[in-house]
């Protein structure tokens, strides 16, 4: 293998290093480094790591920890720039040159002000030669929500819609169990790897869920819930209330709710953020966003429900869809999943570009990704 098809290879290694770290990582990017040394024509790993929980220690610190002294004379691929700012740890960048790292294989620029370019230019002009842009367009997938969190002021938003072959969600005030358990175990896996999942009250009302990750053994990785409530609607003796001491419960109101009625919410530790209201009286979504950007929420997962969901692709705020489609019909009137107007935006490929369908188990998967 010559040295860029290495640089690829190393590079795939560290996104999918990165990936595992999604949904953990908030407020920081979840980021992969991997370090390796040639013998001969032959590239050895001596060390790989990831963003740990919280965010820190970051990626490249743990890939050299793990390497020790084979870091000396050895490349490392990142899939973002290692950075250059003394925050609540001391620079990536001064870390790989104190290891004796000779070449560095990096993804993409780091958009957070206090990097932008300096981490690459203190490698630089340490002598250590520097490859920038290796799989740019994977790493930016990866790095999406962080990205959008630094330029955009919000977090990127996945929405996530299940259906009946006829194209119903459930019916009115019923939960109804439309998808296989493949498809269900995929969305408490996308579940793990988002910072929160966000829901409109009229799903907290009609079903009582719980929005956790329950795959076996990955309860832990359940991310923060956040309920779109107006009016402050949400019941006490919800699940999502009286479970907020073991899962995060944040719910986003609006300026009329009366402080007494927030006061008993926050006694039961359910945190409350009161948001302006737009023009027909909903809560002003980018305001939300923005909001849930500055706590340090980096990816969302929109799970319920109809109104939600087209008010986010309506504004402009969705940066991927994935519908999952049971093989079963309902055969009888219900709510639509994706009404006719939703569904003509989602479909406009000016919008949206769709991949093709993936079986899981019974049920077909499409994923549409927003185009820029
Ligand atoms: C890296 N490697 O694994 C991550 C990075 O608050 P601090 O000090 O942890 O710094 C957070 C910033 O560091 C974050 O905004 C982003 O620019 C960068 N994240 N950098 O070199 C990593 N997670
Ligand atoms: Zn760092």
Same mark, same amino acid.
């Given at each position: 293998?010559?040295?860029?098809?290495?640089?690829?290879?190393?590079?795939?290694?560290?996104?999918?290093?990165?990936?595992?770290?999604?949904?953990?990582?908030?407020?920081?990017?979840?980021?992969?480094?991997?370090?390796?040394?040639?013998?001969?024509?032959?590239? @050895?790993?001596?060390?790989?790591?990831?963003?740990?929980?919280?965010?820190?220690?970051?990626? +490249?610190?743990?890939?050299?920890?793990?390497?020790?002294?084979?870091?000396?004379?050895?490349?490392?691929?990142?899939?973002? +720039?290692?950075?250059?700012?003394?925050?609540?740890?001391?620079?990536? /960048?001064?870390?790989?040159?104190?290891?004796?790292?000779?070449?560095?294989?990096?993804?993409?620029?780091?958009?957070?002000?206090?990097?932008?370019?300096?981490?690459?230019?203190?490698?630089?002009?340490?002598?250590? /030669?520097?490859?920038?842009?290796?799989?740019?367009?994977?790493?930016?997938?990866?790095?999406?929500? @962080?990205?959008?969190?630094?330029?955009?002021?919000?977090? &990127?938003?996945?929405?996530?819609?299940?259906?009946?072959?006829?194209?119903?969600?459930?019916?009115?005030?019923?939960?109804?169990?439309?998808?296989?358990?493949?498809?269900?175990?995929?969305?408490?896996?996308?579940?793990?790897?988002?910072? /929160?999942?966000?829901?409109?009250?009229?799903?907290?009302?009609?079903?009582?869920?719980?929005?956790?990750?329950?795959?076996?053994?990955?309860?832990? @990785?359940?991310?923060?819930?956040?309920?779109?409530?107006?009016? &402050?609607?949400?019941?006490?003796?919800?699940?999502?209330?009286?479970?907020?001491?073991?899962?995060?419960?944040?719910?986003?109101?609006?300026?009329?709710?009366?402080?007494?009625?927030?006061?008993?919410?926050?006694?039961?530790?359910?945190?409350?953020?009161?948001?302006?209201?737009?023009?027909?009286?909903?809560?002003?979504?980018?305001?939300?966003?923005?909001?849930?950007?500055?706590?340090?929420?980096?990816?969302?997962?929109? +799970?319920?429900?109809?109104?939600?969901?087209?008010?986010?692709?309506?504004?402009?705020?969705?940066?991927?869809?994935?519908?999952?489609?049971?093989?079963?019909?309902?055969?009888?009137?219900?709510?639509?999943?994706?009404?006719?107007? &939703?569904?003509?935006?989602? +479909?406009?490929?000016?919008? @949206?570009?769709?991949?093709?369908?993936?079986?899981?188990?019974?049920?077909?998967?499409?994923?549409?990704?927003?185009?820029?």
């Amino acid at each position: 293998m010559n040295a860029p098809a290495i640089d690829e290879w190393m590079m795939r290694h560290a996104l999918m290093l990165a990936r595992r770290g999604l949904g953990r990582t908030w407020p920081n990017p979840s980021v992969g480094a991997v370090i390796w040394r040639m013998e001969g024509d032959h590239p @050895f790993i001596v060390g790989r790591g990831y963003t740990q929980p919280g965010g820190r220690p970051h990626a +490249e610190t743990e890939a050299i920890a793990m390497a020790g002294e084979a870091a000396r004379g050895a490349s490392m691929a990142v899939t973002l +720039e290692p950075c250059a700012h003394h925050g609540k740890t001391p620079p990536c /960048a001064e870390a790989i040159i104190r290891a004796g790292i000779t070449r560095i294989v990096s993804a993409m620029n780091d958009p957070d002000p206090r990097v932008d370019g300096g981490g690459h230019a203190i490698l630089l002009s340490a002598g250590i /030669a520097v490859v920038t842009g290796v799989l740019a367009a994977e790493a930016r997938g990866v790095n999406l929500g @962080f990205i959008h969190k630094i330029v955009d002021h919000r977090p &990127l938003i996945t929405l996530k819609l299940a259906q009946t072959a006829d194209g119903y969600a459930g019916v009115t005030g019923r939960q109804l169990m439309v998808s296989s358990v493949g498809s269900k175990q995929r969305v408490h896996l996308a579940r793990a790897n988002h910072d /929160a999942i966000m829901v409109g009250i009229g799903t907290v009302l009609a079903d009582n869920p719980d929005l956790t990750c329950r795959l076996p053994g990955m309860m832990q @990785f359940s991310p923060v819930r956040i309920v779109i409530d107006t009016h &402050l609607s949400t019941p006490m003796n919800s699940r999502l209330v009286e479970t907020c001491a073991t899962v995060p419960t944040w719910i986003i109101i609006g300026p009329n709710v009366s402080e007494k009625s927030v006061e008993l919410m926050r006694e039961k530790g359910v945190l409350i953020e009161r948001v302006s209201l737009n023009k027909s009286g909903h809560i002003h979504l980018p305001d939300a966003l923005r909001l849930l950007a500055e706590k340090g929420i980096t990816r969302i997962l929109s +799970e319920g429900g109809p109104l939600l969901a087209e008010a986010l692709v309506e504004q402009d705020l969705v940066d991927s869809v994935e519908i999952y489609t049971s093989p079963d019909r309902l055969g009888r009137e219900g709510v639509l999943a994706v009404r006719p107007h &939703l569904r003509e935006k989602i +479909e406009n490929q000016r919008h @949206f570009s769709k991949a093709e369908p993936v079986a899981i188990g019974r049920d077909r998967l499409i994923h549409y990704t927003r185009i820029k």
